[in-house]
């Protein structure tokens, strides 16, 4: 497993909470609950401070059981990616200085969770993500501008125009997406063969490798 | 450092109890260049028995007309450049001024910006308010000074700043709340803190307690070098020996051996003057905010500007 040579190809480590902050704020899906329940679960003091909005079916009685003893101060079960990130912003438009946010689950999630944060005045060292789940990539075709999730290869064909796209680790913070380039312009349709993308390294909660 | 600009003294006057405001215009006539708040620049003072430089803030905006203006304090404990300015430096006196360096500039990506002042830590402070109002940018403005008469500037913020603008005046036993004042602040806040080390320090402490994340804290710091025992240097490239005194840094032994040595801020924050550290027979005592804790203790570099070796020789790579 190789370190990327792009330098801004997201690294994630492990949730570590910030004694410090006044709000905790975490938004998890799928395994990232997981991430949660092991960095928060034994600690009471943050959690009462806590906010955890959590994609999941609102009618889930068990796993809203689940969540509820957890003891976190506010608790919100939203049914898709989309609603999840409306709670966030509504969260965060109320939230102050002292607060840190959250983010587990896959990859293509963790970026627009991020890129809203960072949207709504949040400063990237606020921001901690562990990556947990699918390594599947957004991406953003450079050509037509359309976002394409759940990207696990390399190279792939954009859903919006057809252009057949090179993933790249370039990363763009503020879309929260990785980049596709053409891969065939020289030769149109002389794509070469498809590769899965590779998982990166994951880190200490501290830093990079 | 050499180089810099020749100038001379367009305008003195007293600006509150203990503080000087002097305009410099360049001789020759040509504008001074831009800044932009927060900068500041380095008087060469040519003292009867030694020369001084100090760093001193830019006030206002650099659309002053090509023109630098300063505010200096009378310091308790004058190593003797702040008492030159306020006894020597009159109307058609001439000096040498660097070029404006900023270590202390506005996030402009931020979302509201909150400034504080202690004492005569608003020159900087005072330029930022300044550029903010001119770039109809959201700020506050808190302004601790010990009592009026001392309080430079207190009309012209109040004019300008409005409701913006509050003072602590420590006379009358007034304080800035500064938990309250950053707790309910919203995302995307900048702070920007400028005066005494103690002050700057507490405020700093409150704000991390607060949980303020270190990106969105900024501060200035114009200690000037702590003097003490005396020591001797050696420069190790250029064959010279000299003797650091009492009232002087080891930057300044440096300079007045006429050696060119790196510097720039004279203040410990930018970094430029880290010398490598040969020999050391003595115990070096760092004054910086530069160095790791790491670095300090490996005692391979100093900054001559604010550090000095308390024992017999320090040999440098210089």
């Known amino acids: ?209 | 450092m050499s180089g810099g600009f020749p100038v001379m003294v367009a305008a003195a006057e007293q600006a509150a109890n203990g503080v000087k405001k002097l305009r410099f215009v360049r001789t020759d006539g040509a504008a001074l260049p831009p800044y932009s708040a927060g900068a500041h620049v380095v008087l060469t003072l040519e003292g009867p028995q030694r020369t001084f430089r100090n760093a001193y803030s830019l006030l206002g905006t650099t659309l002053e007309g090509g023109a630098y203006e300063v505010a200096v304090q009378r310091a308790a404990e004058s190593r003797g450049g702040s008492a030159f300015v306020h006894e020597m430096l009159q109307e058609g006196a001439h000096l040498t001024i660097s070029a404006p360096l900023n270590l202390f500039s506005l996030n402009h990506t931020g979302r509201h910006h909150v400034l504080v002042a202690g004492g005569i830590g608003i020159t900087a402070i005072h330029a930022m308010a300044e550029e903010l109002a001119m770039r109809g940018a959201s700020y506050e403005l808190h302004y601790a000074m010990r009592d009026e008469a001392s309080g430079a500037f207190t009309q012209a913020l109040l004019s300008r700043h409005g409701n913006k603008v509050r003072f602590y005046v420590s006379a009358k036993g007034e304080r800035f709340a500064v938990s309250q004042a950053l707790r309910h602040q919203p995302l995307g806040t900048h702070l920007y803190v400028c005066g005494p080390e103690r002050m700057i320090d507490g405020v700093l402490a409150d704000a991390r307690a607060e949980g303020w994340p270190e990106g969105a804290l900024h501060a200035e710091r114009f200690a000037a070098p702590a003097g003490g025992e005396p020591f001797m240097v050696r420069l190790a490239r250029s064959g010279i020996t000299l003797k650091v005194g009492e009232h002087q840094s080891l930057l300044e032994a440096i300079e007045d051996a006429g050696v060119d040595a790196p510097c720039l801020c004279r203040g410990g924050a930018c970094g430029q003057c880290e010398t490598t550290v040969l020999e050391a027979d003595g115990e070096l005592q760092h004054h910086d905010h530069y160095l790791s804790q790491k670095e300090r203790e490996s005692g391979a570099k100093i900054m001559t500007c604010m550090s000095r070796l308390r024992g017999r020789e320090l040999v440098l790579d210089l």
């Open chain 1, 1 to 209: 497993m190789q370190v990327s040579p792009i330098t801004s190809r997201p690294l994630y480590g492990r949730l570590k909470p910030q004694v410090r902050a006044r709000q905790h704020i975490a938004l998890t899906e799928g395994a990232g609950l997981s991430a949660f329940e092991e960095a928060f679960g034994a600690l009471p003091d943050i959690l009462v401070h806590t906010t955890l909005i959590h994609i999941a079916n609102p009618s889930d009685a068990a796993l809203a059981t689940r969540l509820e003893k957890l003891g976190v101060d506010s608790l919100h079960m939203r049914p898709t990616r989309e609603t999840a990130l409306v709670k966030l912003r509504a969260v965060l438009s109320g939230a102050g200085m002292g607060a840190r946010l959250y983010v587990a689950g896959d990859e293509d999630f963790i970026g627009p969770v991020q890129a809203l944060a960072l949207e709504v005045g949040m400063m990237g060292e606020a921001i901690q993500a562990e990556h947990r789940g699918s390594l599947a990539r957004r991406v953003q075709c450079v050509h037509c501008k359309g976002f394409n999730d759940d990207v696990m290869v390399s190279p792939f064909t954009c859903r919006h125009c057809g252009t057949h796209l090179l993933v790249r680790d370039h990363f763009s913070r503020r879309l929260g997406a990785f980049m596709g380039v053409v891969i065939d312009a020289e030769a149109p349709g002389d794509v070469p063969p498809v590769e899965t993308l590779q998982p990166v390294p994951v880190l200490c909660a501290e830093g990079r490798p």
